[in-house]
Protein backbone atom coordinates (compact mmCIF):
# COMPACT_ATOMS: atom_id res chain seq x y z
CA UNK A 1 0.00 0.00 0.00
CA UNK A 2 1.82 3.45 -1.56
CA UNK A 3 1.77 6.39 1.07
CA UNK A 4 0.85 8.51 -2.11
CA UNK A 5 -2.75 9.58 -1.30
CA UNK A 6 -5.53 9.38 -4.11
CA UNK A 7 -6.63 12.67 -5.56
CA UNK A 8 -9.77 12.68 -7.52
CA UNK A 9 -9.81 16.26 -9.89
CA UNK A 10 -11.77 16.39 -12.94
CA UNK A 11 -11.10 19.19 -15.13
CA UNK A 12 -15.23 18.80 -16.13
CA UNK A 13 -16.11 20.10 -13.07
CA UNK A 14 -14.67 23.56 -14.18
CA UNK A 15 -17.52 23.77 -16.44
CA UNK A 16 -19.74 24.13 -13.44
CA UNK A 17 -20.16 28.30 -13.91
CA UNK A 18 -22.74 30.20 -11.74
CA UNK A 19 -21.54 33.44 -13.47
CA UNK A 20 -22.01 31.65 -16.84
CA UNK A 21 -24.71 34.43 -18.83
CA UNK A 22 -24.30 36.90 -15.84
CA UNK A 23 -21.82 39.42 -16.88
CA UNK A 24 -21.76 41.37 -13.90
CA UNK A 25 -22.14 38.22 -11.66
CA UNK A 26 -18.93 37.71 -8.87
CA UNK A 27 -20.63 34.46 -7.27
CA UNK A 28 -17.62 33.28 -5.26
CA UNK A 29 -18.08 29.45 -6.33
CA UNK A 30 -16.18 29.87 -9.77
CA UNK A 31 -14.15 27.95 -12.21
CA UNK A 32 -10.96 29.98 -11.35
CA UNK A 33 -10.77 27.78 -7.50
CA UNK A 34 -10.78 24.00 -9.87
CA UNK A 35 -8.07 25.86 -11.88
CA UNK A 36 -5.86 26.51 -9.32
CA UNK A 37 -5.94 23.26 -7.71
CA UNK A 38 -5.41 21.97 -11.28
CA UNK A 39 -2.46 23.97 -11.52
CA UNK A 40 -1.58 22.83 -7.69
CA UNK A 41 -1.37 18.99 -8.64
CA UNK A 42 0.84 19.62 -11.29
CA UNK A 43 3.73 21.14 -9.19
CA UNK A 44 6.26 18.54 -9.15
CA UNK A 45 6.62 18.41 -5.63
CA UNK A 46 3.26 17.96 -5.67
CA UNK A 47 3.08 15.64 -8.51
CA UNK A 48 5.26 12.82 -7.71
CA UNK A 49 3.57 12.43 -3.94
CA UNK A 50 -0.33 11.52 -5.21
CA UNK A 51 -1.96 9.21 -7.29
CA UNK A 52 -3.76 11.13 -9.38
CA UNK A 53 -7.53 9.76 -10.23
CA UNK A 54 -10.47 10.93 -13.00
CA UNK A 55 -13.91 10.03 -11.85
CA UNK A 56 -16.79 8.92 -13.32
CA UNK A 57 -20.33 10.23 -13.09
CA UNK A 58 -22.11 8.93 -10.40
CA UNK A 59 -24.95 6.68 -10.73
CA UNK A 60 -28.48 8.14 -10.23
CA UNK A 61 -29.58 5.43 -8.84
CA UNK A 62 -26.73 6.42 -5.54
CA UNK A 63 -28.17 9.64 -5.52
CA UNK A 64 -31.31 7.93 -3.89
CA UNK A 65 -29.63 6.52 -0.89
CA UNK A 66 -29.37 10.37 0.31
CA UNK A 67 -31.59 12.35 -2.01
CA UNK A 68 -35.40 12.16 -2.75
CA UNK A 69 -36.64 10.88 -6.37
CA UNK A 70 -38.27 14.46 -6.90
CA UNK A 71 -34.73 16.69 -6.03
CA UNK A 72 -33.06 13.84 -8.20
CA UNK A 73 -35.13 13.92 -10.96
CA UNK A 74 -35.42 17.73 -10.83
CA UNK A 75 -31.33 18.01 -10.72
CA UNK A 76 -30.62 15.63 -13.81
CA UNK A 77 -33.13 17.70 -15.70
CA UNK A 78 -31.82 20.73 -15.62
CA UNK A 79 -28.50 19.29 -17.34
CA UNK A 80 -27.33 21.33 -20.14
CA UNK A 81 -29.34 24.47 -19.01
CA UNK A 82 -29.13 27.76 -16.82
CA UNK A 83 -31.24 27.85 -14.05
CA UNK A 84 -31.82 29.44 -10.40
CA UNK A 85 -32.40 27.07 -7.65
CA UNK A 86 -32.17 29.65 -4.81
CA UNK A 87 -30.77 33.38 -4.52
CA UNK A 88 -27.37 31.78 -4.14
CA UNK A 89 -27.30 28.15 -5.90
CA UNK A 90 -27.36 28.65 -9.60
CA UNK A 91 -26.68 25.76 -12.70
CA UNK A 92 -24.85 26.70 -16.00
CA UNK A 93 -24.83 24.09 -18.68
CA UNK A 94 -22.00 21.82 -17.68
CA UNK A 95 -23.40 22.11 -13.65
CA UNK A 96 -25.12 18.68 -13.49
CA UNK A 97 -22.35 16.73 -15.14
CA UNK A 98 -19.93 18.20 -12.78
CA UNK A 99 -22.01 17.26 -9.96
CA UNK A 100 -22.66 14.06 -10.94
CA UNK A 101 -18.44 13.92 -11.22
CA UNK A 102 -18.34 15.50 -7.52
CA UNK A 103 -20.55 12.55 -6.08
CA UNK A 104 -19.03 10.17 -8.27
CA UNK A 105 -15.31 11.04 -6.87
CA UNK A 106 -16.53 10.37 -3.17
CA UNK A 107 -18.15 6.92 -3.91
CA UNK A 108 -15.24 5.61 -5.79
CA UNK A 109 -12.89 6.97 -2.94
CA UNK A 110 -14.64 4.88 -0.77
CA UNK A 111 -14.67 1.51 -2.74
CA UNK A 112 -10.72 2.42 -2.97
CA UNK A 113 -9.82 3.55 0.58
CA UNK A 114 -11.70 0.31 1.54
CA UNK A 115 -10.80 -2.39 -0.32
CA UNK A 116 -8.68 -5.01 0.72
CA UNK A 117 -6.05 -4.54 -1.36
CA UNK A 118 -6.11 -0.53 -0.81
CA UNK A 119 -3.78 1.71 -3.46
CA UNK A 120 -3.86 4.02 -0.52
CA UNK A 121 -5.95 4.38 2.96
CA UNK A 122 -5.74 8.20 2.27
CA UNK A 123 -7.86 10.50 -0.37
CA UNK A 124 -8.51 14.06 -1.32
CA UNK A 125 -11.56 14.52 -4.09
CA UNK A 126 -10.85 18.16 -5.00
CA UNK A 127 -14.85 18.76 -6.48
CA UNK A 128 -17.20 20.83 -7.17
CA UNK A 129 -20.27 22.14 -6.82
CA UNK A 130 -19.56 21.66 -3.13
CA UNK A 131 -22.19 19.52 -0.99
CA UNK A 132 -22.40 19.91 2.54
CA UNK A 133 -25.67 22.36 2.35
CA UNK A 134 -27.72 20.21 0.09
CA UNK A 135 -30.51 18.58 1.68
CA UNK A 136 -31.92 15.57 0.66
CA UNK A 137 -35.15 17.37 -1.25
CA UNK A 138 -33.32 20.34 -2.29
CA UNK A 139 -30.09 22.32 -3.51
CA UNK A 140 -28.63 25.46 -1.15
CA UNK A 141 -26.25 27.23 -1.06
CA UNK A 142 -24.10 26.74 -3.52
CA UNK A 143 -24.42 22.76 -3.28
CA UNK A 144 -26.57 20.35 -5.42
CA UNK A 145 -26.00 17.10 -4.29
CA UNK A 146 -24.15 16.12 -0.49
CA UNK A 147 -20.72 14.15 -1.99
CA UNK A 148 -19.56 13.50 1.99
CA UNK A 149 -23.92 12.02 3.15
CA UNK A 150 -23.36 9.99 -0.33
CA UNK A 151 -19.62 8.83 0.58
CA UNK A 152 -21.55 8.06 3.96
CA UNK A 153 -24.48 5.91 2.62
CA UNK A 154 -22.11 4.70 -0.12
CA UNK A 155 -19.83 2.73 2.88
CA UNK A 156 -22.96 1.56 4.50
CA UNK A 157 -24.83 0.10 1.94
CA UNK A 158 -21.51 -1.79 0.53
CA UNK A 159 -20.82 -3.01 4.10
CA UNK A 160 -17.55 -1.12 3.85
CA UNK A 161 -18.32 0.63 7.22
CA UNK A 162 -20.67 0.63 9.78
CA UNK A 163 -19.93 3.65 11.68
CA UNK A 164 -18.49 6.53 9.59
CA UNK A 165 -17.14 9.73 11.42
CA UNK A 166 -17.77 12.81 9.62
CA UNK A 167 -15.62 15.87 10.48
CA UNK A 168 -17.04 18.86 9.12
CA UNK A 169 -14.63 22.09 9.21
CA UNK A 170 -15.67 24.54 6.65
CA UNK A 171 -16.79 27.52 8.26
CA UNK A 172 -20.43 27.36 7.65
CA UNK A 173 -22.44 24.42 9.22
CA UNK A 174 -22.97 21.85 7.04
CA UNK A 175 -26.73 21.98 7.48
CA UNK A 176 -27.47 18.75 4.55
CA UNK A 177 -25.39 16.42 5.93
CA UNK A 178 -26.84 17.28 9.61
CA UNK A 179 -30.26 16.52 8.16
CA UNK A 180 -29.45 13.40 6.10
CA UNK A 181 -28.16 12.02 9.77
CA UNK A 182 -30.27 13.79 12.57
CA UNK A 183 -32.23 10.71 13.38
CA UNK A 184 -29.05 7.99 12.90
CA UNK A 185 -26.72 6.61 14.86
CA UNK A 186 -24.16 4.87 12.55
CA UNK A 187 -22.80 8.40 11.80
CA UNK A 188 -21.50 11.35 14.18
CA UNK A 189 -21.03 14.70 12.39
CA UNK A 190 -18.55 16.86 14.10
CA UNK A 191 -19.32 20.23 12.83
CA UNK A 192 -17.06 23.46 14.03
CA UNK A 193 -18.60 26.62 12.25
CA UNK A 194 -18.66 30.27 12.19
CA UNK A 195 -22.07 31.29 14.20
CA UNK A 196 -24.13 32.80 13.46
CA UNK A 197 -23.53 32.73 9.85
CA UNK A 198 -25.21 31.21 6.66
CA UNK A 199 -27.04 29.01 7.06
CA UNK A 200 -27.93 29.88 10.52
CA UNK A 201 -28.04 26.42 11.97
CA UNK A 202 -25.83 24.22 13.86
CA UNK A 203 -26.50 25.81 17.44
CA UNK A 204 -25.61 23.12 20.43
CA UNK A 205 -29.38 22.62 21.14
CA UNK A 206 -29.34 20.93 18.04
CA UNK A 207 -27.88 16.93 18.65
CA UNK A 208 -29.75 14.94 16.54
CA UNK A 209 -33.29 12.97 17.34
CA UNK A 210 -34.45 9.42 18.17
CA UNK A 211 -31.85 6.95 17.83
CA UNK A 212 -29.55 9.61 16.54
CA UNK A 213 -29.95 11.82 19.69
CA UNK A 214 -26.11 12.46 20.77
CA UNK A 215 -24.68 11.62 16.94
CA UNK A 216 -24.50 15.10 16.07
CA UNK A 217 -22.25 17.57 17.83
CA UNK A 218 -21.79 20.78 16.33
CA UNK A 219 -19.43 23.69 17.70
CA UNK A 220 -20.65 26.84 17.27
CA UNK A 221 -17.76 29.04 17.38
CA UNK A 222 -17.71 33.32 17.46
CA UNK A 223 -16.08 35.21 14.49
CA UNK A 224 -12.27 36.00 15.03
CA UNK A 225 -10.83 32.29 16.63
CA UNK A 226 -7.35 31.29 14.95
CA UNK A 227 -5.21 28.16 14.55
CA UNK A 228 -4.76 27.60 18.21
CA UNK A 229 -8.64 28.30 19.03
CA UNK A 230 -9.29 25.44 16.79
CA UNK A 231 -6.74 23.02 17.62
CA UNK A 232 -7.66 23.71 21.49
CA UNK A 233 -11.21 22.63 20.71
CA UNK A 234 -10.31 19.55 18.22
CA UNK A 235 -8.05 18.09 20.58
CA UNK A 236 -10.21 18.59 23.59
CA UNK A 237 -13.60 16.87 21.64
CA UNK A 238 -12.59 14.70 18.81
CA UNK A 239 -10.48 12.22 20.41
CA UNK A 240 -13.11 11.50 23.33
CA UNK A 241 -15.92 11.42 20.73
CA UNK A 242 -14.27 8.86 18.66
CA UNK A 243 -13.18 6.77 21.44
CA UNK A 244 -16.92 6.47 22.39
CA UNK A 245 -17.70 6.75 18.69
CA UNK A 246 -14.98 3.55 17.38
CA UNK A 247 -15.34 5.10 13.54
CA UNK A 248 -14.63 2.38 10.81
CA UNK A 249 -14.29 5.23 8.28
CA UNK A 250 -13.30 9.11 8.54
CA UNK A 251 -14.79 11.89 6.51
CA UNK A 252 -13.99 15.36 6.41
CA UNK A 253 -15.99 18.15 4.81
CA UNK A 254 -12.81 19.84 3.75
CA UNK A 255 -13.94 23.39 3.56
CA UNK A 256 -10.93 26.52 3.22
CA UNK A 257 -13.23 29.70 3.62
CA UNK A 258 -12.41 29.69 7.36
CA UNK A 259 -8.85 30.92 6.42
CA UNK A 260 -7.78 34.38 7.26
CA UNK A 261 -7.66 35.85 3.53
CA UNK A 262 -10.84 34.27 2.88
CA UNK A 263 -14.19 36.46 1.83
CA UNK A 264 -16.95 34.92 2.83
CA UNK A 265 -15.77 33.79 6.32
CA UNK A 266 -14.26 35.94 9.69
CA UNK A 267 -12.16 33.01 11.08
CA UNK A 268 -8.19 33.10 11.16
CA UNK A 269 -6.73 30.08 10.58
CA UNK A 270 -3.90 29.66 8.20
CA UNK A 271 -2.58 26.91 5.77
CA UNK A 272 -0.47 25.54 8.88
CA UNK A 273 -3.73 25.15 11.21
CA UNK A 274 -5.72 23.00 8.39
CA UNK A 275 -2.79 21.25 8.37
CA UNK A 276 -3.02 20.19 11.71
CA UNK A 277 -6.69 19.73 12.16
CA UNK A 278 -5.71 17.19 8.78
CA UNK A 279 -3.58 15.27 11.31
CA UNK A 280 -5.78 14.80 13.73
CA UNK A 281 -7.99 13.61 11.29
CA UNK A 282 -5.43 11.66 10.02
CA UNK A 283 -4.68 10.29 13.63
CA UNK A 284 -8.10 9.34 14.50
CA UNK A 285 -8.28 7.40 11.51
CA UNK A 286 -5.14 5.63 11.99
CA UNK A 287 -6.15 5.09 15.60
CA UNK A 288 -9.93 3.20 14.96
CA UNK A 289 -10.57 3.14 10.96
CA UNK A 290 -7.34 0.98 9.83
CA UNK A 291 -6.34 4.71 8.34
CA UNK A 292 -8.96 5.45 5.74
CA UNK A 293 -9.52 8.90 5.29
CA UNK A 294 -11.26 10.72 2.80
CA UNK A 295 -11.64 15.02 2.39
CA UNK A 296 -14.04 16.67 0.13
CA UNK A 297 -13.57 19.87 -0.72
CA UNK A 298 -16.21 22.39 0.52
CA UNK A 299 -15.54 25.93 0.34
CA UNK A 300 -12.45 27.96 0.03
CA UNK A 301 -13.20 31.71 -1.69
CA UNK A 302 -9.56 32.83 -1.76
CA UNK A 303 -7.68 31.30 -4.62
CA UNK A 304 -3.82 31.37 -2.79
CA UNK A 305 -5.76 30.51 0.48
CA UNK A 306 -7.51 27.63 -0.90
CA UNK A 307 -4.49 26.67 -2.78
CA UNK A 308 -2.47 26.63 -0.20
CA UNK A 309 -4.40 25.14 2.67
CA UNK A 310 -4.64 22.18 0.06
CA UNK A 311 -1.47 21.92 -0.43
CA UNK A 312 -0.87 21.93 3.02
CA UNK A 313 -3.28 19.01 4.01
CA UNK A 314 -2.00 16.79 0.59
CA UNK A 315 1.49 16.98 2.01
CA UNK A 316 0.13 15.21 5.31
CA UNK A 317 -2.13 13.27 3.58
CA UNK A 318 1.20 12.18 2.19
CA UNK A 319 2.42 11.47 5.69
CA UNK A 320 4.37 14.68 6.25
CA UNK A 321 4.29 16.63 9.69
CA UNK A 322 2.33 19.56 9.63
CA UNK A 323 4.33 23.02 10.14
CA UNK A 324 3.30 24.17 13.87
CA UNK A 325 1.00 27.15 14.73
CA UNK A 326 2.07 30.08 16.81
CA UNK A 327 -0.09 31.95 19.06
CA UNK A 328 -2.38 31.37 22.05
CA UNK A 329 -6.16 30.55 22.00
CA UNK A 330 -8.15 33.51 23.05
CA UNK A 331 -8.85 33.54 27.04
CA UNK A 332 -13.15 32.64 26.13
CA UNK A 333 -12.00 29.82 24.28
CA UNK A 334 -11.92 27.62 27.75
CA UNK A 335 -15.42 28.52 28.64
CA UNK A 336 -16.75 27.29 24.98
CA UNK A 337 -14.65 24.53 25.65
CA UNK A 338 -16.26 23.64 28.86
CA UNK A 339 -19.56 23.89 27.39
CA UNK A 340 -19.19 21.65 24.32
CA UNK A 341 -18.02 19.43 26.70
CA UNK A 342 -20.77 19.58 28.55
CA UNK A 343 -23.58 19.14 25.89
CA UNK A 344 -21.42 16.46 24.10
CA UNK A 345 -21.39 14.13 26.97
CA UNK A 346 -17.39 14.10 27.05
Not at 71 to 91: F, I, K, N, S, W
Not at 105 to 128: F, G, H, I, K, T
Not at 133 to 148: K, Q, S, V, W, Y
Not at 273 to 298: K, M, N, S
Request: net charge negative.
Amino acid sequence: MSERPLIWIDEAMRAHDPNSGRPHSHHPERPERLQALLELLNEPAIHTAIQRRSPSPVDPAALLRVHTKAHVERLLALAGQHAALDPDTRVSTGSVHAAQLAAGSLLEAVDAVCAEQAPSRRAMCLVRPPGHHAEPDRAMGFCLFDNIALAAEAARASGKSARTLIIDWDVHHGNGTASAFYERDDVLCFDLHQHPLFPGSGTLAERGRGAGEGFTVNAPLPAGLGDADYLAIVDRMLPALAARFQPELVLVSAGFDAHADDPLGSMELSAAGFAQLCARARGIADQYAGGRLILALEGGYDLAALRDSVRACIEVLAGGEPARVTGQAHPQTRALINELARVAQI
